[in-house]
């Protein structure tokens, strides 16, 4: 009998996505409701995705994604 392969988190599918160089891009939290109590600079920085920064998540995603 087959060796049973770990699933991919579908959860965590949809919402980041695996550079080609590695890097883990996801979208920022907060641009849901609320957007008069916030700054511009502060949505202008929500707007754009960002990368997690760090190596020990970034494996763990990694690892959640592909297997």
Known sequence: MPKQKQK???GLAKRVKVSARGKI???NGG???LM???SAK???KIRRPAT???NVMTKKIIAALHS
């Open 8 to 10: 991919t988190h579908k």
């Open 25 to 27: 891009k996801h979208r």
């Open 31 to 33: 641009a849901s409701h």
């Open 36 to 38: 008069s109590v916030k």
């Open 42 to 44: 502060r949505l202008r």
């Open 52 to 54: 997690v920064t760090s």
